[in-house]
């Protein structure tokens, strides 16, 4: 039996000591990476697929608006709402909200404005031509439907 | 006589550092939302002067696809029913790239083409005359009571044809025209001659008022 004699006197520790710079190497990054929600979405956010995806260069002129039915149903109601900043608005204030986005731009980046539309998947067509009309109305006519990628086949 | 302390091991215990990079880490890890602005990207009338009637434009039935989706999503393409909006990109590929009656722009960019596109052509003078501007158009009609997922998958599908020509145009695939930014000169000469002289002739119509609120 002597053939099989176990090996001595090599050590079978795994070295762990570099195992916290590893950690913290990932840890750096998710830190720089990370964005802190700043304000709380009040309505549903089921993102729909798509596939012709385009990135937008300038995150500046983007301005986010959340269309959805509300979490909060006993307060507000179960139809559709939209939300913009941290409140939510009626359609009728879209025009007001676009001039106030507006009005933080700088004056040679005001018509580039884009309006990402972060809509839920079951909302109907009918608040997002609302949306939309109001969009228009205030002269923020590039719009992103927000969506993300589905695997093509 | 004051005993002397054994100086043996002054090192600071560190077994536990791991443990709080990843408690760290962890917490990190929950909270980031790496930020994904992306999306299909629209770009909407100017709006219109209640003064002025919106402008008469003439344009043959035979130049306009239309898409009508109804209120539970069934999908009327061209007057024919469809079960499901896969297919759309290719009906509408080969209705851009029909060339049924040419004028001599048309037929220059016609042969600026390369010959994968060229065989599209199937010169069906019930289908659009070209696709430059003037020709061919997209027309996406919902009713108010569509979701918004079957419309959104409708544009997409639309929008996949045109980048699926583009693209094709300048020997890229449609992910990696999609992905040019414009930003350098280069990025932005390949962007322009892969949509020169084919706009993107999207029409979304105000949606009818059936099954919405």
């Known amino acids: ?153 | 006589m004051a005993r002397k302390k054994g100086r043996m091991a002054q090192e600071v215990n560190a077994g536990s550092m791991a443990d709080i990079a990843f408690l760290l880490l962890i917490f990190f890890l929950v909270t980031t939302t790496i930020a994904s602005d992306k999306g299909v990207l629209n770009f909407l009338p100017p709006k219109q002067d209640p003064n002025q009637p919106p402008p008469e434009i003439l344009l043959n039935e035979r130049n306009i696809f239309n898409i009508l989706v109804n209120a539970n999503d069934q999908l009327l393409v061209e007057g024919e029913y469809m079960d499901d909006a896969s297919t759309l990109a290719e009906e509408v590929k080969s209705f851009l790239l029909n060339f049924g009656a040419p004028d001599e722009e048309a037929v220059a960019l016609f042969n600026s083409l390369p010959s994968s596109l060229r065989e599209k052509a199937s010169r069906d003078p019930a289908s659009s005359d070209h696709p430059m501007s003037g020709g061919a158009v997209v027309s996406i009609k919902t009713n108010r009571g569509t979701s918004y997922e079957m419309y959104l998958e409708v544009l997409d599908q639309v929008k996949r044809a045109y980048f699926e020509i583009y693209a094709e145009r300048v020997g890229l695939t449609a992910d990696q025209y999609r992905a040019l930014t414009g930003r350098n000169p280069a990025e932005k000469e390949l962007q322009d001659r892969g949509k020169e002289g084919i706009p993107m002739a999207i029409s979304i119509a105000e949606p009818d008022k059936i099954g919405g609120n």
């Open chain 1, 1 to 153: 039996m002597s053939k099989f004699k176990k090996k001595t006197g090599t050590s079978e520790n795994i070295p762990t000591s570099a195992l916290p710079d590893i950690i913290f190497m990932l840890l750096f990054f998710f830190m720089v990476t990370t964005v802190l929600r700043e304000q709380e979405i009040m309505v549903e956010q089921k993102i729909p697929q798509a596939t012709q995806l385009q990135k937008l260069e300038k995150k500046s002129l983007i301005s986010y608006l959340y269309v959805g039915k509300p979490k909060n149903t006993a307060l507000y109601g179960t139809e559709p709402r939209i939300q913009a900043n941290d409140v939510l608005i009626t359609t009728n204030d879209i025009v007001l909200w676009v001039n106030q986005e507006k009005d933080q731009l700088s004056e040679v980046e005001r018509d580039q404005i884009t309006i990402s539309m972060k809509a839920d998947r079951d909302v109907k067509m009918g608040p997002i031509s609302d949306v939309q009309f109001e969009l228009r109305e205030a002269d923020a006519r590039k719009l992103l439907y927000a969506a993300v990628g589905k695997v093509q086949n």
